[in-house]
DNA sequence: GTAACCGCTTTCCTTTAGGTAAGTACTGAC
DNA sequence: GTCAGTACTTACCTAAAGGAAAGCGGTTAC
């Protein structure tokens, strides 16, 4: 007798768009920083020095190398403005407010989380 | 005449919560596959290879990795069942349901990002 | 016996992420 | 001149992620 294998059945299929959906997702957004980036922006259009105070424990390579990727993937803008001295200010994209869903729903969640790890420590203790 | 600093606005405190938060639930759904895995596995329940096969492109090394990194924090259950040979069959947690909302838009979110990255495709040729 | 399947583990290796620290080119204040 | 601030870049390094391939201990099929 041979045995079921996995092609036999079709529940694969049903799952594999949305898989790719997500897989496509994560791969513009991976990373530690992109999403809070993106979030840091959208609140309100900032310069280099304020993203990285606001972002506690960025440093500012990586911080220059994020910033070139998103504004790469058109999630942000970097607009100079001719001041003595030039004032470089980053800006939000119209396209990175099609995040704010997937960037709220995450922040409902981390918040929710660490109550959960909050709790099941006070249990340990 | 001294500089307007970043300290005397107010503005990063409103950010500062939801920053946070988001940092925070990075932090244990980092990297490229926890996402992909958890929604596979609330879609079913799943054997070891059943998974592998349908997360093309996983290593059999990083996927039992994950797989224990995703018990350990209460996403999903390993259970033994002591058929001959035994079957393992991995099954989402209620806490891992939590997360349907954030999936579901991470989801939405993707495709329509596909459909724009084709968009400009064609442009450019 | 031999081969194949299951659920991994092990080894080896390359790539990437990310951190530290210093430096640079400019301007303005003192 | 010197110091501070802005917006970075560069060089160096470590740690972690992740891939390829083989192995392993068991069972079942032929």
Redesign the pocket.
């Known amino acids: 007798?041979?045995?079921i294998?996995?092609e036999d059945l079709p529940s694969h299929e049903e799952c594999a768009g949305s898989l790719k959906n997500v897989l496509d997702a994560l791969y513009v957004l991976?990373?530690?920083?992109k999403m809070a980036l993106i979030l840091c922006l959208v609140q309100s259009s900032k310069?280099?020095?304020?993203i990285?105070h606001e972002i506690t424990?960025?440093?500012?390579?990586?911080?220059?190398?994020?910033?070139?990727d998103l504004e790469l993937n058109d999630f942000i803008k970097?607009n100079?403005y001719p001041t003595?001295?030039?004032?470089?200010?980053?800006e939000a994209t119209e396209y990175s407010r099609t995040l704010k869903n997937v960037i709220g729903e995450l922040s409902a969640w981390g918040e929710q989380h660490r109550e959960r790890i909050k709790q099941s420590m006070r249990k340990q203790s």
């Open positions: 007798m041979k045995m294998r996995n991976n990373g530690k920083w310069r280099f020095n304020e990285q424990g960025i440093s500012s390579k990586v911080l220059a190398k994020e910033l070139k970097r100079v003595t001295p030039v004032s470089i200010i980053y």
